[in-house]
């Protein structure tokens, strides 16, 4: 996994041609989730590994985003989601996650009685 200055020297050395870093053919505006899964899934077939898809990778991504703290509009801003669809990919990480804060201020609460 990338650190944040390793990320941000990959970004800074990336070529821009647009506001998007992954655009269409057409320079003009971002690579669509379509275009994206096409590119991602003929990768997969030369590399036999089907059973990895870029929707697993939308859905991992959002869940340890919410994992990470990250509110509706950070998730939606790296997944290119509507926050109806964040709230639909993070429904089940998200209970757990509340369910452990709440454990917590409840043995904290405990320690203070």
Same mark, same amino acid.
């Given at each position: 996994m990338l650190n944040i200055p390793e990320l941000q020297a990959a970004l800074d050395a990336a070529s821009r041609h647009s506001v998007f870093? %992954? #655009?269409?053919?057409?320079v #003009?505006?971002?690579?669509s989730y379509?275009? =994206? *899964?096409a590119a991602v899934r003929s990768v997969r077939e030369r590399i036999g590994a089907l059973d990895? /898809?870029?929707? *697993?990778?939308?859905?991992?991504?959002? !869940?340890? %985003?919410?994992?990470?703290? !990250?509110? /509706? /509009? %950070?998730? =939606? *801003?790296?997944?290119g989601q509507s926050p109806a669809m964040v709230l639909h990919y993070t429904k089940k990480v998200r209970q757990k996650f509340r369910a452990i804060q709440a454990q917590k201020k409840r043995a904290s609460h405990k320690d203070l009685s």
């Open positions: 870093i %992954l #655009t269409n053919e057409r #003009t505006n971002r690579w379509r275009g =994206a *899964s990895y /898809d870029i929707h *697993s990778w939308r859905y991992n991504a959002a !869940c340890e %985003l919410v994992e990470a703290g !990250c509110g /509706d /509009d %950070l998730v =939606a *801003s790296v997944n």
